[in-house]
């Protein structure tokens, strides 16, 4: 059941020229949270990794990847809706089973849900989409859900963190809040389930960390 606390902006999404944007409600166009991480991110080890497995193999995992998390949000999404959800595809039972592991040892905590699949933007900066806001563990949090094809270490996933910041300081710009908290929920491929918590000085220090991401990407421009 949806807490309607807050009304949230229905952002319209536009591609151009491969990336995507956001437009506000004051028609200016900023650029996706995704795209600014992706652009900024060190990716020696993701280049690294291609070599060693091929680029043709890569692209096999990845987008095997992509499409049980896609599933995997979208029966999330369902049952929070409280609709049905069903595709005929060879990775949607696995994704179902992982949104379940999710449901019963994550979602289990969060007492108030405000919004799910909620854009938000912070003026001139950026925009982006985050999975749930609401109330858990009786603290007012951001909540994200990840798929992974292995269990994660915590120091693997700082633009996780940077992402749940950069959510978080465009609900508060907007809506008046004050959520210093976020959540990742995450499932693996053989169904191992992993929870990640950003509070106290470390939303300090991934807020820190993302708005110079987004002063590095726009410098660059």
Not at 14 to 26: Q, S, V
Not at 197 to 203: H, L, S, T
Request: negative net charge; charged residues 30%; aromatic residues 14%.
């Amino acid at each position: 059941m949806i807490t309607e606390k807050f009304k949230y902006h229905k952002l319209e999404r536009i591609d151009e020229n491969g990336t995507r944007l956001y437009k506000c409600p004051d028609e200016s166009l900023v650029t996706s949270v995704t795209r600014i991480l992706s652009a900024t991110k060190d990716t020696t080890h993701l280049d690294n990794w291609k070599k060693k497995v091929g680029e043709r193999r890569a692209d096999e995992i990845r987008n095997e990847a992509a499409t049980v998390g896609t599933f995997m949000h979208k029966c999330l999404e369902c049952h929070i809706l409280k609709e049905e959800y069903v595709k005929f595809n060879p990775y949607f039972q696995q994704a179902k089973m992982m949104s379940e592991v999710i449901i019963e040892q994550g979602l289990n905590n969060v007492s108030e849900i405000w919004g799910t699949e909620v854009m938000l933007y912070y003026p001139g900066k950026y925009a982006g989409t985050t999975d749930l806001v609401g109330i858990h563990e009786d603290q007012e949090t951001i909540m994200d859900f990840k798929q992974t094809n292995k269990p994660k270490k915590r120091e693997w996933i700082d633009d996780y963190f940077c992402q749940l910041a950069a959510y978080a300081q465009a609900h508060n710009k907007i809506y008046g809040t004050n959520i210093k908290r976020g959540v990742i929920f995450m499932c693996s491929r053989d169904y191992q389930y992993q929870q990640f918590e950003m509070e106290g000085n470390d939303f300090d220090i991934f807020s820190e960390k993302w708005f110079k991401r987004v002063d590095e990407f726009y410098a660059s421009k």
